[in-house]
């Protein structure tokens, strides 16, 4: 089995390996089972040819005894997942097998190429954790900052003196019993007389 990806008709993305089928319009996925997309690869690899029953049941179901049943079942379910109601990009050659009908592009990296919806997504996160970012980084600067101020921003904005500045004064010159916090105050001398 072919497990690189390819793309059907320019319309369908087809990953083996994740057992993906991916429709391009309408980015639709489907899940296929090991044995199906084995089948769809099998297919695919003989496109335009005629692959008879017996390659097929020898190939997916290993000549199993209701192998025949199993590819009748599973082309049905290929057509359905493939949009095929009118059996033409899978079409039946009574009593022998079957062609497939299809463009198929095998295309190196087409799993991030033909991908626009990781990209989108990506895209999407970047953009996500940008603005997260970004929020968080002003909060702190606003909350951190405004937390941190020493003195009302009236008194900055106002023009006033913050209360405990001691304007043109080394603040370790002070009067003997003059606090940082009075500096506008006259020293206490009620109770001193000389």
Request: contains cysteine; neutral net charge; glycine residues 6%.
């Amino acid at each position: 089995m072919n497990d690189k990806p390819f793309v059907l008709n320019n319309r369908f993305w087809i990953y083996p390996r994740l057992g993906l089928v991916k429709q391009k319009d309408t980015a639709k996925e489907t899940r296929l089972e090991p044995r199906l997309m084995q089948l769809l690869c099998v297919l695919a690899n003989h496109n335009g040819e005629l692959v008879s029953r017996e390659l097929l049941t020898k190939e997916v179901w290993d000549d199993y005894g209701n192998a025949d049943e199993g590819l009748t079942q599973g082309i049905s379910y290929l057509r359905k997942v493939l949009d095929d109601p009118s059996k033409t990009l899978i079409e039946t050659v009574p009593k022998k097998g079957y062609v497939l009908h299809a463009v198929v592009k095998n295309e190196e990296g087409s799993e991030q190429a033909l991908n626009p919806t990781v990209s989108n997504k990506k895209r999407a996160w970047l953009i996500t954790t940008a603005i997260i970012f970004v929020v968080i980084l002003t909060a702190y600067f606003l909350f951190y900052h405004s937390s941190h101020t020493t003195y009302p921003a009236k008194d900055v904005i106002g023009g006033d003196e913050p209360v405990g500045s001691a304007k043109g004064k080394n603040p370790d010159k002070l009067e003997k019993n003059q606090s940082p916090g009075n500096a506008d105050k006259a020293p206490d001398t009620a109770g001193h007389h000389n």
